[in-house]
């Protein structure tokens, strides 16, 4: 048996030096942006909030450190042991228990992954695992996993099943999605909507991981300017999209730092819709827009125009063989091509407070070749009840789907695997085009290193040129924090806050 290559652990001595340095009798208080919807029960919790929280309460066997985005043995003992290019064998930590003092089993593994797998489950991220065969119980405390073929991914997915107690769930499963427990270094005991969420460290916890804080309050805070007012009085001493107007002012008495990220704002058309049917109409909105205006005007700097699907940071980058550089003739050119002329449009854009900043310049951008534009800015889910119901042509709207994951398979996939993007809101699923780009995604995740990169960048370019849904730029995330109260705290690449290794400064 051999280990399936590396996986990142925290760093041991940052910890201790960490832990000697914190009051482990403090508590974390931290501003979050976004408003407490839906279940924590992380088979379906997909919100913000709830996913951020999930971080710090359960474990999946391998997770992803929400901060570098590497797997880690998490309830794991250690990284998967790989029987052959199918299965895998992974031991359960010694001593693991949930927070309500029941011990981890293998059985509750098995029900976990099961229970996710299960198409009729209604979980988002039934796709994401959708490579696993089995997932069977050897003995009390190991598990083994079979795959339907070769998966080279497999490290990189297992958390996004977190274990949660068979028992518990199946006595009430909507209590259990108020009142969560997992195997995770804090408890969740409060949630208020409006409010904040509080939370205990767990004394069951025996992971890598322990709560350095005796609690954390997560004062739920959506106006952008009581936000900042929290952390400028020092009521609290962390807190998550920084507006950017406010970043210089902050960062003259906090630490704050705009971390590039995956989130990006999207264009996408209804091709069922002409003239949007022909990816030169589509192109030509592209080149149309002035980015280096919308990002600096709009975005203040804190963006960076799309040359790929993936930003040039990510390690998987590659620059796509269609990059839509600012060309007001060439956008015109294309629309002439395509016999149209007199194009009017409705707009549709979410009322995201950095997407209202950008949507009247896009419209300029747009109108500037000829193109008779009318926003249509709405809230999240009245914009998408349009797309759904067929009326519109194009979008524009934000996404991030690597809080649940970063390999270019799972992000590709969000947008342009078969399911509603590419069924109903893209109208794409039935095109040649689309069935190229399905064989190259199926097709890389069973291959590695360099063939996989080749295949994947085959797909990157197809997307490029195609342009259904694609990105304009990926945002940067300024956080801001107190590096004088908190002993560790680093901002993450996505949506949320982790303490995880985060400690309240001693004295």
């Known amino acids: 048996m051999v280990l399936v290559g590396c996986g990142a652990t925290p760093n041991n001595t940052e910890k201790d030096t960490a832990a000697a340095e914190v009051d482990p009798n403090g508590v974390i208080e931290a501003g979050i942006s976004y408003a407490l919807s839906g279940s924590f029960d992380p088979m379906i919790a997909s919100g913000a909030v709830t996913v951020s929280a999930n971080w710090h309460v359960f474990e999946g066997l391998v997770d992803l450190d929400p901060v570098t985005k590497k797997p880690y043995a998490a309830l794991a003992a250690e990284m998967p042991t790989k029987v052959d290019d199918t299965t895998f064998e992974v031991d359960l930590r010694e001593g693991a228990t949930f927070q309500n003092g ?15 797998l299960n198409p009729e489950s209604g979980s988002l991220f039934t796709t994401y695992i959708d490579f ?7 003995d009390e405390d190991t598990v083994q996993i079979t795959t339907d073929f070769p998966f080279s991914l497999t490290n990189d997915r297992l958390g996004i099943v977190k274990i949660v107690p068979k028992a518990l769930v199946e006595a009430d499963p909507e209590a259990f999605g108020t009142n969560p427990v997992g195997s995770g270094p804090y408890s969740l005991t409060s949630a208020v909507p409006e ?59 906090s630490d704050v730092e705009s ?37 600096e005007t709009g975005m203040l700097g804190n963006a960076t125009a799309a040359t790929s699907f993936l930003p040039e940071d990510y390690e998987n980058y590659n620059e796509a063989s269609t990059v839509y550089e600012y060309d007001v003739d060439k956008a015109k050119d294309l629309l002439k091509d395509a016999g149209v002329s007199d194009l009017s449009i409705t707009l549709l854009t979410t009322d995201t407070g950095w997407v209202k ?3 009247p310049l896009i419209k300029e951008s747009l109108d500037a070749i000829g193109v008779d ?34 390999d270019p398979d799972l992000l590709m996939n969000w947008w342009y695997g078969e399911n509603v993007w590419t069924k109903t809101r893209t109208n794409w699923a039935d095109s040649p085009e689309y069935a190229e780009l399905k064989g190259l995604l199926d097709s890389a995740v069973q291959t590695e290193g360099e063939e996989q990169q ?9 997307i490029s040129e195609q342009a259904v849904l694609y990105p304009l730029f990926h945002r940067k995330l300024p ?11 680093k901002p993450v690449p996505t949506t949320g806050l982790s303490f995880l290794d985060v400690g309240v400064a001693a004295g």
């Open 195 to 253: 409010d904040k969420l509080v939370f205990e460290r767990a004394d069951t916890y025996n992971g890598p991981r322990p709560a350095l804080a005796a609690g954390m309050n997560w004062n739920l805070l959506s106006d952008a300017a009581a936000r900042v007012t929290a952390m400028s009085s020092g009521t609290i001493q962390a807190m998550e999209d920084v507006p950017y107007i406010d970043v210089d002012t902050l960062a003259s008495a």
């Open 102 to 116: 029941d011990p981890v089993t293998a059985e509750d593994v098995v029900y976990s992954y099961e229970r996710v």
């Open 479 to 489: 956080t801001a924090w107190s590096s004088e109260e908190l002993v560790g705290f």
């Open 259 to 295: 971390v590039q990220s995956f989130g990006l704002l999207f264009m996408m058309f209804n091709t069922k819709a002409a003239p949007f049917d022909d990816p030169r109409v589509r192109q030509a909105f592209f080149y149309a827009l002035d980015m280096d205006k919308i990002i």
């Open 132 to 138: 696993i065969d089995t997932v069977t119980a050897v």
């Open 454 to 462: 080749k295949t994947w960048n085959e797909a990157f370019d197809l």
């Open 373 to 406: 534009v009318t926003l249509d800015i709405g809230q999240s889910a009245a914009a998408y009840a349009k797309v759904d119901s067929g009326d519109y042509t194009v979008m524009v709207a934000p996404g991030d789907p690597s809080v649940f994951g970063s």
């Open 357 to 359: 900043e950008v949507a």
